[in-house]
């Protein structure tokens, strides 16, 4: 994996993506810190699919029902 500063990063980011694109890591430093990461996107993952999940979870009738007097003060502590 690749580290460059912030400068390097907006002075060569072209560079950078272009090893991006063929599958290697850069770490941003913001001094010695890292702050971010440009990692490649995964192609050959499938999108996910709506409704894959369906009827496999279940949310309580009382859901919304207003909280107890007791659990709204534990907030107010």
């Not at 060569?12 to 991006?20: E, F, P």
């Not at 309580?60 to 003060?73: G, N």
């Given at each position: ?31 010695k810190v890292p ?24 949310i ?15 907030f107010?502590?």
């Open positions: 994996m690749q580290t460059v500063t912030i400068h390097e990063a907006k002075t060569h980011l072209s560079r950078l993506l272009r090893k991006v694109a063929d599958g290697e890591e850069v770490l941003i430093l913001r001094g702050i971010a990461k440009i990692v490649p996107l995964n192609p050959d993952q499938a999108p996910r699919r709506l409704g894959l999940d369906k009827g496999n979870s279940w309580a009738p009382h859901f919304d029902a207003p909280l107890p007097e007791e659990v709204l003060r534990a107010e502590r």
